[in-house]
């Protein structure tokens, strides 16, 4: 009895035939013969073909994209750039095809999947996202510190202040950031922060920094001055005379000052200050004023008589018969 041996049919003949999905899938059809065949979508659906079949076939986008391939097929076909774009994939696949950084890039995704993938500082770092995408994304702080964002986006990216705290930036970025008063009273920065700064006057006085920085920032006399500070705190900073000297305090300050007589007699008040201060006698004496002042402050009896006057100045002082 003689065998039937089935024909070896070429691309044209499958082509031709129309055959159903089961009968393609049961050929087992090499790769090439596939290819030509041109079938449609809903034949690849069904052949469920490995990985190296679709990876041969060079499918079009519109294919993939019908296809639904599982996360598998996607990582091991290596799709160009453009066609990752093009597919339109969902946040799930991009999370799990674990591109690499530059098909992120060029990608260009919205903020949303790229919000959802959760990755690492490294691609952040490296895919130098606009400001809008920094925005968006919420990172945490450990992703701003580690991303060293230039001093323009940290601007851009109007950050809440338990960020700014937290990122420790350097006197550079607050320098360059201008911040506003709020935030900065709110950073609690570090003396040396507020010395580097460098801030106006204005935003000292808004500040209202604690009587322990104002001694340690060793301001000018032009900021004392602007500052208008309380008597408060002129006692705490204890400066040097100079300072002083170049305030030209109102009396009432120098009063409650209780300044020492080193700083009075270094200090050359006006003859209408050491009148209203009503200092101690310890003071007047210490002062070695000159007669003048003596005779123009209309000291009580009782001031001329603990003074011990030289005999010199009580005659040069004309006193009268009640002194």
């Known amino acids: 009895m003689r ?82 774009s093009s597919l339109q994939l969902t946040t799930a696949l991009y999370s799990s095809l674990q591109l690499t950084t530059a098909l992120y890039s060029s990608l260009q995704l919205s903020t949303a999947p790229y919000s959802s993938l959760q990755l690492s500082t490294a691609h952040y770092s490296s895919l130098q996202l606009s400001t809008a995408h920094y925005s968006s994304l919420q990172l945490t702080t450990a992703l701003y510190s580690s991303l060293q964002l230039t001093t323009a986006l940290y601007s851009s990216l109007q950050l809440t202040t338990a960020l700014y705290s937290s990122l420790q930036l350097t006197t550079a970025h607050y320098r ?49 001055s602007s500052l208008q500070l309380t008597t408060a705190h002129y006692s705490s ?10 305030l030209q305090l109102t009396t009432a300050p120098y009063s409650s000052l209780q300044l020492s007589t080193a700083h009075y007699g270094s200090l050359q008040l006006t003859k209408a200050l050491y009148s209203s201060l009503q200092l101690p006698t310890v003071h007047y004496s210490s002062l070695q004023l000159t007669t003048a002042l003596y005779s123009s402050l209309q000291l009580s009896t009782a001031l001329y008589s603990s003074l011990q006057l030289t005999t010199a100045l009580y005659s040069s002082l004309q006193l009268t018969t009640a002194h």
């Open 237 to 246: 900073l204890q400066l040097s005379t100079a300072h002083y000297s170049s």
């Open 3 to 84: 065998r039937w041996m089935l024909p070896k049919l070429t691309t044209a003949p499958y082509s031709s035939l129309q055959l159903t999905t089961a009968l393609y899938s049961s050929l087992q059809l090499s790769t090439a013969p596939y290819s030509s065949l041109q079938l449609s979508t809903a034949h690849y659906s069904s052949l469920q073909l490995s990985t190296a079949h679709y990876s041969s076939l060079r499918l079009s986008t519109a294919h993939y994209s019908s296809l639904q391939l599982t996360t598998a097929p996607y990582s091991s076909l290596q799709l160009s750039t453009a066609l990752y």
């Open 176 to 224: 360059s950031l201008q911040l506003s008063t709020a935030l900065y009273s709110s950073l609690h920065l570090t003396t040396a922060l507020y010395s580097s700064l460098h801030l106006t006057t204005a935003l000292y006085s808004s500040l209202q920094l604690t009587t322990a920085l104002y001694s340690s920032l060793q301001l000018s006399t032009a900021h004392y």
